[in-house]
C-alpha cells in the first residue's frame, strides 16, 4: 500500500496568521488522468471529515478560498492563507490511486 | 445537497456481526462508488472498503476480507457494511463517504458515523 506522511502532527497558529501542512507519499500520485490522486480532508472536533482540496489542488465546493493545495507526484502542500478560528481540527491528506485510498496520520491544527 | 443518513450505534460481543447502513437522499442513486471508512477512539481514519453502487462490485482492504461484506439496496438508495468476527480492535466509528466525480477518489460527502463498539 501507498504510505502516506504528514508533517508536522501538529501545529499551534496564530488567527490570520498562514499555515502549511505537508503531505509526502512512498510513491507517484499521478493518474493516468494526468491529474494527482490527491485530497485533503479537515475533521473538525466532534464532526465527519469534510473534503477541502481534491485532484491535488481543486478547492470542493463551498471551501473558502484561504485553502489551497499545491504539489504533483510525491510530494504535496495544503497551505491555510489567514487562519481562522473555525480551520481548527485535523487535517488529513488521502491518496486514490490503483482503488487502495491510505491517509495520512493526520495534523491538528490548534488555535 | 445529498446526505448520507446512518444507523445508529451498536453494542456487540467479541465474534458477533454488525450490519451499518448508509442511506443516501440520492434518488435514484447516480453516484458511482461509496466508501466505507473507519476511525478508532482518538486515532486517524482508515479504508474498509468501497461498493460501486450501479453494478456491486466490491474493493476491500486487506485486513477485512474475508470478514467484511459490503451490499446496496439500489430501490432504498442504501448501502451496508457488514463485518464479522469482531475484536476489540473493530471498536471504532463507522463512515460512508460518497465518491464524487472526478476521476480519481474524492470523498464529497459524509455521513455522520455509526459508533461500533465491541465489548464483553
Known amino acids: 500500500d501507498i504510505v502516506m506522511t504528514q508533517s508536522p502532527l501538529s501545529l499551534s497558529v496564530t488567527p490570520g496568521d498562514p499555515a502549511s501542512i505537508s503531505c509526502t507519499s512512498s510513491?507517484?500520485?499521478?493518474?493516468?488522468?494526468?491529474?494527482?490522486?490527491l485530497g485533503w480532508y479537515l475533521q473538525k472536533p466532534g464532526q465527519s471529515p469534510q473534503l477541502l482540496i481534491y485532484?491535488?489542488?481543486k478547492r470542493a465546493s463551498g471551501v473558502p478560498d484561504r485553502f489551497s493545495g499545491s504539489g504533483s507526484g510525491t510530494d504535496f502542500t495544503l497551505k491555510i492563507s489567514r487562519v481562522e478560528a473555525e480551520d481548527v481540527g485535523v487535517y488529513y491528506c488521502?491518496?486514490?490511486?490503483?482503488?487502495?485510498?491510505?491517509f495520512g496520520q493526520g495534523t491538528k491544527v490548534e488555535i | 445537497q445529498v446526505q448520507l443518513v446512518q444507523s445508529g450505534a451498536e453494542v456487540k460481543k467479541p465474534g458477533a456481526s454488525v450490519k451499518v447502513s448508509c442511506q443516501t437522499s440520492?434518488?435514484?442513486?447516480?453516484?458511482?462508488?461509496m466508501y466505507w471508512i473507519r476511525q478508532a477512539p482518538g486515532q486517524g481514519l482508515e479504508w474498509v472498503g468501497w461498493i460501486n453502487l450501479k453494478n456491486g462490485v466490491t474493493g476491500y482492504a486487506q485486513k477485512f476480507e474475508g470478514r467484511v461484506t459490503m451490499t446496496r439496496d439500489t430501490s432504498f438508495s442504501t448501502a451496508y457494511m457488514e463485518l464479522t468476527r469482531l475484536t476489540f480492535d473493530d471498536t471504532a466509528v463507522y463512515f460512508c463517504a460518497r465518491d464524487g466525480p472526478s476521476p480519481v477518489p474524492e470523498l464529497d460527502c459524509w455521513g455522520q458515523g455509526t459508533l461500533v463498539t465491541v465489548s464483553s
Open positions: 485532484l491535488g489542488s
Open positions: 440520492e434518488h435514484p442513486l447516480t453516484n458511482n462508488y
Open positions: 488521502m491518496q486514490g490511486l490503483q482503488g487502495r485510498p491510505t
Open positions: 510513491q507517484s500520485l499521478l493518474h493516468s488522468s494526468g491529474y494527482n490522486s
